[in-house]
């Protein structure tokens, strides 16, 4: 497998806690450039990721490729080109946010005062900049965060789960501030366990489940390839209706659905739900119910079903059309 123009790449990538296996043998290959989304439940294994490719832990076996080079145990002088936030943030908690900024600038390459002003406009702390972090809400901890991992212009930025604590409009500011950066040739790496946050951030995808990767590649590719239409029509019309959604794809690709109850699903894009309400109404069937998902949509659902992280129902479901 080759690396070339990769920004991060991981092979074969193992680590375990005690006898609990935390990663199986992780591929990752993270193009230059690009906001690559880390997806995975809780406990998949994605801050043991985020940890190894920072050094401060180190794998039992595969290898690690950051920027074009090998990265060892004896690499990590090399994060100056790295920028980093894992897990909770750690600042001094008496001085104020751009005291902290100003103390961890000072451990590494030297930062301009204009750029840490810069850095609290753009995370939008300026108007607390003076205020003790003790004082700070975990939004605020997070944002500040972001700023301390950006301080060195890092070509290379990894975030673990950045969203965490922030609220909306804090979320929007993250995602136009880390898209930004990948439009200026930076590379974002940033872990989620929420499929719709990073469906609107990300260019390409990686999802792992109990430490392997199960799904990578560019998020148009993953959401509109693969996927299903569901239609639920009357009971005397099912009939008819298979016959005319397998017109559109192929007869083996309509199914019963899984709700029975005159469901029918059709494996086609889940882009083409308004082709199929056409052919059925063209053919005097209308739909008492339509809905579509991706097939990434389904994969996400049922790896997060039951570990109670916002495995909502529903929400994967819902942005293609309503809820099942
Ligand atoms: N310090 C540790 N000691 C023992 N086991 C650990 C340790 N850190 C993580 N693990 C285990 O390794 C596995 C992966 O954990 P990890 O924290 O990497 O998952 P994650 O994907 O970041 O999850 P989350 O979404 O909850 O942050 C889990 O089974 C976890 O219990
Ligand atoms: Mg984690």
């Given amino acids: 497998m080759t ?23 992780l591929d990752l290959s993270v193009p230059t450039g690009v906001v690559y989304g880390f997806l995975g439940p809780n406990g998949a ?15 039992d076996a595969g290898s690690i490729e950051v920027l074009g080079r090998p990265f060892g145990r004896r690499d ?7 920028g980093a936030l894992i897990e909770s943030p750690s600042f001094y908690p008496y001085l104020n946010g751009r005291e902290n900024l100003r103390a961890l600038a000072a451990t590494g390459a ?19 900049a003076k205020d ?13 965060g972001i700023a301390a991992a950006l301080l060195s212009d890092p070509r290379l930025l990894l975030l673990d789960e950045p969203a965490n604590g922030l609220d909306p409009a804090g979320i929007v500011a993250m995602r136009e501030t880390l898209r930004h ?66 017109g559109l794809a192929t007869p083996d690709a309509v199914s019963d659905g899984a709700d029975g109850d005159g469901w029918l699903a059709v494996r086609i894009g889940a882009g083409r739900a308004a082709d199929v309400n056409r ?25 997060t079903q039951g570990d109670g992280s916002g495995g909502h129902e529903g929400t994967f479901f819902g942005v293609a059309g309503g809820s099942r």
Avoid: C, N
């Fill in 3 to 25: 690396t070339d123009g990769l920004a991060l790449a991981t092979r074969g990538l193992q680590k375990r806690y005690g006898s609990r296996p935390a990663l199986a043998g």
């Fill in 45 to 59: 294994g994605k801050t043991t990721t985020m940890r190894l490719l920072t050094g401060l832990i180190h794998p």
């Fill in 76 to 82: 990590r002088h090399r994060l100056f080109e790295v």
């Fill in 110 to 128: 030297p930062v301009s005062g204009a750029r840490i002003e810069e850095l609290l406009e753009l995370v939008g702390l300026r108007d607390r």
């Fill in 132 to 144: 003790k972090v003790q004082t700070y809400s975990l939004g605020m901890k997070q944002r500040l």
């Fill in 181 to 246: 950066l990948a439009s200026t040739g930076k590379t974002v790496f940033v872990s989620s366990h929420v499929l719709g946050e990073v469906q609107q951030l990300a260019d390409v995808i990686g999802i792992i489940a109990a430490g392997r990767l199960v799904r990578e590649g560019p998020i148009g590719e993953l959401l509109h390839g693969e996927g299903e239409v569901r239609v639920r029509v009357a009971a005397d019309q099912v009939e008819p209706a298979r016959t005319i959604l397998g």
């Fill in 279 to 303: 052919a059925l109404a063209g053919a005097g069937i209308f739909a008492s119910g339509l809905e579509s998902g991706s097939d990434l949509e389904s994969l996400f659902l049922e790896l």
